[in-house]
């Protein structure tokens, strides 16, 4: 690739580039630069709005550059304010170390880690002592703290702002002066986080780092962006079926951003595929069946996505259950009168989290037994081998009843 070829690959998409003379000095002097991209393990999952920046970052890594994926296990503690109308609930050092370590397997998906230094911000605030802390506030001051807007909204509207949410974007920005950063990328919602880098680089008489941002990819539901506790998320890990049932569910306005972002294709061809749409030339189904194809190829692989693809028509087109669906193991010991609760079905069978969770699917009339819509959250269910369990329009479990105990105590 030329130079001009490169510079329009790594800035596609791009929304924040501070900045584009710096870029080029930096391309320009041909070695392999360090590209720094942090995550705080606030949750043990990788989803697709993840995969923009991630995605970005394995083309920097196929052009040679050095890939610096910083895990967040001290700041995770403290808790990201942006974009927060409220301060974050601090997480415990368990939580934050189990979804750390869930984040370095599942990024593997996506960057090529034998190019990439991953690395924990413990490793250098864990040893740092409260003067060195001070230290690093006595760079920036509270006025310019608040002209970011969430504190600016939170300020104006009387809601507490933490003095340690202050420190949090210096703190995060220390990362980028202890491993010498010379890229930082990011959601769009990170330029105030990632700009006060290249200040606090400069107060330790360091070259600052260029900032480039992306767009925030919307949920499923096509009002807010991707986000696990929204629930309009799509996991990288989940499996291809449901991967590509969720990605026929979104919107059809939503198509445009996620061929652009999640694939890469460039805005010239976004746009023909919209003129495409709008005079009836392309279909939206099958558009939107192209991008869950490619998408869950991406994670799963050709095969898998041919498969999921012929499953969804098989289900949702011709209206059939799936063929391969999850048991949903039942004791006759423990089955009452051969009944069971409705609400237990649905807990056992993994398709809520709560009884809670499983009372409001009742209530949506998104439970199904035999074909049989439950309204009913109380009701007892006559305990059938075979029978089907349904919960909204793509999670299917089938009963099967195991009996006693075998010779070495287990359920058969």
């Known amino acids: ?36 991209y942090g995550a705080d393990p606030s949750a043990p999952d990788l989803h697709l709005g993840h995969s923009v920046p991630l995605r970005k970052l394995r083309q920097f890594q196929e052009l040679g550059h050095q890939v610096v994926f910083i895990i967040g296990d001290f700041t995770g503690r403290i808790g990201d304010p942006s974009g927060r109308s409220k301060t974050r609930p601090m997480l415990t050092e368990e939580e934050i170390a189990a979804n750390a370590q869930t984040y370095a397997e599942q990024v593997g998906r996506i960057l090529d880690l034998s190019k990439c230094e991953i690395r924990y911000n413990s490793e250098w605030f864990g040893s740092m002592s409260a003067s060195q802390m001070l230290e690093i506030a006595t760079h920036y001051t509270v006025a310019r703290m608040l002209e970011r807007d969430d504190f600016a909204l939170r300020l104006r509207d009387g809601v507490p702002i933490t003095l340690i949410e ?8 220390y990362d980028s002066v202890a491993v010498e950063a010379d890229i930082e990328i990011g959601g769009s919602d990170q330029l105030f986080n990632l700009l006060v880098g290249r200040d606090i680089m400069r107060a330790y008489g360091m070259t600052p780092q260029v900032v480039m941002t992306w767009p ?20 990288i890990t989940e499996p291809p079926e449901e991967m590509y049932g969720k990605l026929m569910s979104i919107p059809d306005e939503l198509m445009a951003q996620y061929y652009h972002l999640l694939l890469d294709m460039p ?20 558009a939107k069946a192209n991008l869950a194809r490619r998408i869950v190829s991406l994670y799963h692989g050709q095969d898998a996505a041919q498969r999921a693809a012929a499953e969804f028509d098989r289900v949702f087109a011709q209206r059939q259950k799936p063929t391969d669906m999850q048991p949903i193991l039942l004791c006759a010991d423990d089955i009452n ?23 409001r699917l009742i209530r949506q009339g998104a439970v199904r037994v035999q074909d049989r819509v439950i309204e009913d959250e109380m009701a007892n269910i006559e305990v059938e081998e075979g029978a089907v369990l349904q919960v909204g329009k793509r999670r299917f479990g089938r009963i099967t009843i195991t009996r006693g105990d075998n010779e070495h105590g287990r359920k058969e």
């Open 216 to 235: 925030l990819l919307l949920g499923t539901d096509g009002k807010e962006k991707m986000s696990k506790s929204l629930g309009n998320y799509i996991g």
């Open 267 to 286: 805005r010239s061809q976004v746009e023909a595929m919209q003129r495409d749409l709008e005079s009836g030339k392309l279909h939206p189904r099958e």
């Open 1 to 36: 690739m030329t130079f001009e070829e490169q510079l329009e690959l790594l800035t596609n998409a791009c929304v924040d580039l501070h900045t584009l003379p710096e870029l080029r000095e930096k391309l320009e002097l041909g070695r392999p630069l360090r590209v720094k």
């Open 166 to 173: 202050m420190l949090y974007p210096l703190v995060q920005a």
């Open 337 to 359: 009168d051969g009944t069971i609760g409705i609400i237990e079905l649905v807990v056992r069978a993994g398709f809520a989290k709560s009884n809670s969770e499983a009372r």
